[in-house]
T-cell receptor
Framework: DGGITQSPKYLFRKEGQNVTLSCEQN?????MYWYRQDPGQGLRLIYY???????QKGDIAEGYSVSREKKESFPLTVTSAQKNPTAFYLC???????????FGDGTRLSIL | DAKTTQPNSMESNEEEPVHLPCNHS???????IHWYRQLPSQGPEYVIH???SNVNNRMASLAIAEDRKSSTLILHRATLRDAAVYYC??????????????FGKGTKLSVIP
């Protein structure tokens, strides 16, 4: 079945460490997105990519980085510059930017 | 971006219809109305979207007011699996911001057996 796979489901980070969250899709979608969700809140856009080798900052890109070397993959790195990284991270994709987005099941990141 | 207003929470009895309201009084002519829902500890799921006319799909119906300042998501027979947070989102297709989904706090729907 086609879908979006996020891994790991739970991730723990030590202070000062960079961590990378994986997002893979086999839907042949051009556009991919990363969102952050804090408890009781809606989602906020971190980065999005419309095509391979291109990506744009969202509302809260500071402290995060991404790459889009393959159509299927859009990994997110949470750097040590992100001072409050504890959150639920969601990856999504769509056929193109205007179409409905399909979401993965998320990665929950916590600080040790 | 145009904003939406939804009740914080609603309750419904199982197997009864549910009408989830959304107000968007500042909606522009190029805004589509999208609905997503999110079950606990899962990613959001697309439900339905529309522009001016009422829309139906296998999950739900979307009723849009004639002046487009409000809309209602209709679940015809609520099941326990419909218990989720429902988000009403406006997407502007006229500019670069159309790639972003702007989620508010949504409506938390509880379904009573």
């Amino acid at each position: 079945d086609g879908g979006i796979t996020q891994s790991p489901k739970y991730l723990f980070r030590k202070e000062g460490q960079n961590v990378t969250l994986s997002c893979e899709q086999n839907l042949n979608h051009d556009a991919m997105y990363w969102y952050r969700q804090d408890p009781g809140q809606g989602l906020r856009l971190i980065y999005y990519s419309q095509i391979v080798n291109d990506f744009q900052k969202g509302d809260i890109a500071e402290g995060y980085s991404v790459s889009r070397e393959k159509k299927e993959s859009f990994p997110l790195t949470v750097t040590s510059a992100q001072k409050n990284p504890t959150a639920f991270y969601l990856c999504a994709s769509s056929i193109e930017g205007h179409q409905p987005q399909h979401f993965g099941d998320g990665t929950r990141l916590s600080i040790l | 971006d145009a904003k939406t207003t939804q009740p914080n929470s609603m309750e419904s009895n199982e197997e009864e219809p549910v009408h989830l309201p959304c107000n968007h009084s500042t909606i522009s002519g190029t805004d589509y109305i999208h609905w997503y829902r999110q079950l606990p500890s899962q990613g959001p799921e697309y439900v339905i979207h529309g522009l001016t006319s009422n829309v139906n799909n296998r999950m739900a119906s979307l009723a849009i007011a004639e002046d487009r300042k409000s809309s209602t998501l209709i679940l015809h027979r609520a099941t326990l699996r419909d218990a989720a947070v429902y988000y009403c989102i406006l997407r502007d297709f006229s500019g670069a911001g159309s790639y972003q989904l702007t989620f508010g706090k949504g409506t938390k729907l509880s379904v009573i057996p």
